[in-house]
């Protein structure tokens, strides 16, 4: 049989006659791209179970991990099957969360403009944690309104929480309570706007 000129030999409809995938289902039609495909997770060398952080449903992922030069890197993330509530699905927001992780742009700092300021600054956590601490304490102190209207109302409206979409049932309880606990009665989630 003379020899076939590659663009015919490498044919599906040629492979399918000619071989053993007469449906044409399988090897007839595949491509050497498609032959060259590898599962994204399979560079991972360790599977980690996590939460989506993007809204309150609370999705399962795992996020696959691999080690190279010391140094951990998130490869993958993909939806938890083992998960009661997602069953391994992700929304569209869930299933691209590896870029939050992994984008060069993402902050990993506390930043700072202070009032007036024009640029932003770097702060440490713990430096940024007792600013916020100080402004409470005093925000309370200055603006408590023990009675009003000739009733004791024992409160604050110079505070108000305004919580975000990831935050959990768990963190909302505690949230709530502090809160409460100190006298503000503005509390909000994204939730519920
Ligand atoms: S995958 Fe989508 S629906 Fe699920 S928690 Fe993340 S953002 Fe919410």
Do not use: F
């Amino acid at each position: 049989m003379p020899q076939l000129p590659g663009w015919i030999a490498n044919w599906p409809a040629y492979r399918q006659l000619t071989g053993r995938d007469r449906l044409g289902r399988g090897e007839a039609v595949r491509s050497p791209h498609t032959e060259a495909a590898a599962p994204r997770t399979q560079a991972a060398d360790r599977v980690v179970s996590s939460i989506c952080p993007y809204c309150a449903v609370g999705c399962g992922q795992r996020v696959y991990v691999a080690s190279a030069g010391g140094r951990d890197a998130v490869t993958q993330i993909e939806g938890d099957p083992d998960s009661p509530v997602s069953r391994g699905r992700l929304c569209p927001k869930g299933a691209a969360s590896k870029q939050l992780v992994t984008q060069p742009g993402r902050l990993t700092k506390v930043a700072y403009r202070r009032p007036y300021g024009t640029a932003w600054e770097q702060l440490s956590l713990d430096q940024a944690m007792d600013m916020i601490a100080d402004r409470v304490i005093a925000t309370r102190r200055d603006t408590w309104q023990e009675h009003h209207g000739g009733q004791r109302v024992a409160r604050t409206l110079g505070i108000a929480s305004l919580g975000g979409a990831t935050l959990d049932n768990e963190e909302n309880y505690l949230i709530k309570k502090l809160w409460t606990a100190l006298g503000a009665i503005q509390i909000e989630n994204q939730a519920r706007i």
